[in-house]
């Protein structure tokens, strides 16, 4: 791979304008439920479906 072309990619996110918050602040202000999942063997089974909501 030695003389594969290589691209950089620049972020396209404003980190100036774009910052993180305080989740927990930010889950009251736009009122965003918190999800559980419960199955057993939950996260190793993958008919449970797990990947998929971890993916969300």
């Known amino acids: 791979m030695g003389d594969?072309?290589?691209s950089?990619?620049?972020?396209?996110?404003?980190?100036?304008?774009?910052?993180?918050?305080d989740k927990k602040q930010m889950r009251q202000e736009l009122d965003i439920p918190i999800v559980l999942f419960g199955a057993m063997r939950g996260g190793k089974d993958p008919?449970?479906?797990f990947d998929l909501l971890k993916e969300a």
């Not at 950089?8 to 918050?21: A, G, L, T």
């Open 8 to 21: 950089v990619i620049p972020n396209p996110i404003d980190v100036e304008q774009w910052q993180p918050h």
């Open 47 to 49: 008919r449970k479906g």
């Open 4 to 6: 594969w072309p290589i």
